[in-house]
């Protein structure tokens, strides 16, 4: 702990306020988030605690807001507040395991096609080259719908939060790909790696015990700027009606239910979810512009 609090990554993170202010954030954001079932003032998804009498309150600074319900109601009477913490849970929970998902294949695709060469990198680049023709966002709704169209209907609600994470994922891992293929190009003719060949070491412990680690720092920083558009393409698919089930809201779903009701004077229900998601995604990517310029050696 002492070194890392002495290390150059430290004292850049402290001498960037605009850093420290959008790591508070974020961190507010991912416990508010993770800890919402206990500090959230009510449960949305709760029957037995929603008034249909309490639906449309507006927010409580304002005339004839319930301080109750700070930021507001919803239509069916749930607080917005609530909803929010709720629906923020899951959009992080989709944009870190779709960012999870597209690390393992992209760095695992870029390892093998850096390393190998020949046929394999031919082969897995031209896939990644035909898939970054297509914005990120086409990619995920048509992995969506052939997915769904190839279920039971009666399966979808059950696996949409799955499909979503895998579409979002292998919608995104040409990045990583490309990126890990790069930085191994130019390890696998170092020194330690032809010591690891001449001391008889099998070509999958190079990869992993001696190229890998030497390549990932520019995935950290991909990583983390990724983070922040699986949080938005989760909330494009679900705003499209695409994304998650309404018995799992998320901060998309929250904007699309809010959205029919915006010009018919309840603008916060669709307001406050949409400054909730631009905060989180701002204070993420933030962090990501920090952290490239934080691991880049020519601006030390």
């Not at 954001?29 to 709760?46: R, Y």
């Not at 896939?127 to 719908?145: H, K, M, N, R, Y």
């Not at 669709?270 to 905060?279: C, E, K, N, S, V």
């Amino acid at each position: 702990m002492r070194r890392f609090f002495d290390s150059d990554l430290w004292w850049s993170f402290t001498r960037s306020w605009v850093t420290i202010i959008s790591a508070i954030v974020a961190a507010i954001c991912i416990f508010g988030a993770v800890l919402s079932p206990w500090i959230a003032p009510h449960n949305p998804f709760d029957l037995t605690s929603i008034d249909l009498m309490d639906a449309f309150k507006p927010p409580a600074f304002s005339e004839g807001g319930d301080g109750r319900f700070p930021l507001g109601t919803d239509n069916q009477g749930r607080d917005v507040l609530s909803a929010i913490m709720y629906g923020a849970q899951v959009s992080l929970l989709v944009g870190f395991a779709a960012t999870m998902f597209a690390v393992l294949l992209g760095v695992t695709l870029g390892l093998l096609a850096g390393y190998l060469g020949g046929t394999v990198d031919a082969l897995l680049m031209r896939i990644a080259d035909i898939q970054l023709t297509f914005p990120s966002i086409l990619v995920a709704l048509l992995i969506d719908g052939i997915v769904r169209a190839a279920l039971p209907r009666d399966m979808h609600d059950a696996i949409a939060l799955y499909v979503v994470i895998f579409a979002i994922g292998i919608s995104e891992w040409p990045k990583f790909a490309r990126t890990v293929r790069g930085s191994t190009l130019v390890e696998r003719n170092k020194e330690y790696v032809l010591a690891a060949r001449v001391i008889g070491l099998g070509q999958g412990a190079i990869m992993l015990r001696h190229v890998l680690p030497n390549v990932l720092g520019p995935v950290l920083v991909i990583g983390t700027l990724n983070l922040a558009l699986a949080i938005l393409s989760e909330a494009t698919l679900s705003f499209l009606g695409v994304g998650v089930p309404a018995t799992q809201p998320s901060l998309g779903t929250l904007i699309r239910f809010g959205n029919d009701y915006l010009f018919s004077g309840e603008w916060w229900i669709t307001i406050f979810p949409g400054l909730a998601l631009i905060i989180m995604v701002l204070s993420v990517n933030l962090l990501g512009d920090w952290l490239r310029d934080a691991l880049n050696p020519k601006l030390r």
